[in-house]
């Protein structure tokens, strides 16, 4: 597997992170393992990829395509708020590089059947960690229309927040 072909948007994340052999690194939002195959390919032999998504789907995907490099890679289902606590289990005080791709992946627009698309017809789940107890079809249904407004206003920046919660 090489990522010599990677997009521009990756090649640059790995210059600004300075992958360097033997050295560690985490990936905090690990989705389809673009960047972290990148880092891992630039970290061996010696060097430590700690992956982390609360995707469960991205965790079985990251297994898939950093295969080659399984004896370079930690994998965690988890949040990365808890990123002090996973490298406190590692034994490990201090790494070289942080990354974090906030947003939503290919595969949870695509095909994660959870209602992150637009274009396809799906139940309106939108957890990026099917642990969490709610969906968002139950906080829609469950808050009221004045709620639902602010949210759509102060998260969402939508100017016609009132009207699309009626």
């Known amino acids: 597997m090489s ?5 521009v948007m990756p090649a640059e994340v790995l210059e600004c992170l300075n992958c360097r052999p033997g050295k560690i690194y985490v990936d905090c939002t690990l989705g ?3 960047h972290a195959g990148g880092i891992a390919e630039k970290i061996i032999p010696d060097g430590l ?9 991205a965790i079985k995907n990251a297994e898939n395509v950093l295969k080659p490099y399984e004896q370079n890679i930690r994998l965690f289902h988890d949040n990365f708020i808890n990123l002090p606590k996973i490298l406190s289990q590692l034994n490990i005080t201090a790494v070289d590089g942080i990354l974090l791709d ?13 209602g992150f698309s637009f274009k396809k017809d799906e139940p309106l789940d939108m957890r990026m960690d099917i642990r969490s107890d709610k969906t968002a079809a139950d ?7 004045k709620d639902l407004a602010k949210i759509f206003r102060e998260y969402g920046e939508e100017r016609w927040a009132r009207q699309i919660a009626a």
Do not use: A
């Open 3 to 7: 990522y010599k072909h990677i997009p």
């Open 49 to 57: 990829l700690i992956g982390i998504d609360q995707d469960k789907n």
């Open 139 to 145: 906080i829609i249904n469950g808050m009221g229309e």
């Open 32 to 34: 389809g393992s673009g």
């Open 102 to 114: 906030l947003g939503l992946s290919f595969h949870q627009l695509d095909g994660s059947g959870r």
